[in-house]
């Protein structure tokens, strides 16, 4: 176990910042299974900006490659594109 306040204090955060990213790609693990379920169209493109946004805050706050990001956005708008 650590011995210095600081490091105690780093484990801390280190964990509370884990949990919280965990979370944040869990949802929105199960937001991009939701969209890929969807069959109705209309339905799709509605919850599409909001999977966008998800998927964009993992890359923002470096949780997921931002790289990655962008084919996740790539793959689920032909999806919903081919949707009929």
Do not use: C
Not at 30 to 51: F, H, M, Q, W, Y
Request: proline residues 1%; aromatic residues 4%.
């Amino acid at each position: 176990m650590a011995n210095h306040k600081s490091a105690i204090k780093r484990i801390k955060q280190n964990h509370v910042r884990r949990l919280r990213n965990k979370y944040y790609h869990k949802s929105a693990r199960t937001a991009i299974k939701e969209l890929r379920a969807e069959t109705d169209k209309s339905v799709a493109e509605g919850k599409l900006p909001s999977v966008f946004s998800q998927i964009d805050k993992l890359a923002k706050r470096n949780i997921i490659h931002k790289n990655k990001a962008s084919n996740l956005k790539s793959k689920l708008n032909k999806h919903v594109n081919a949707l009929a």
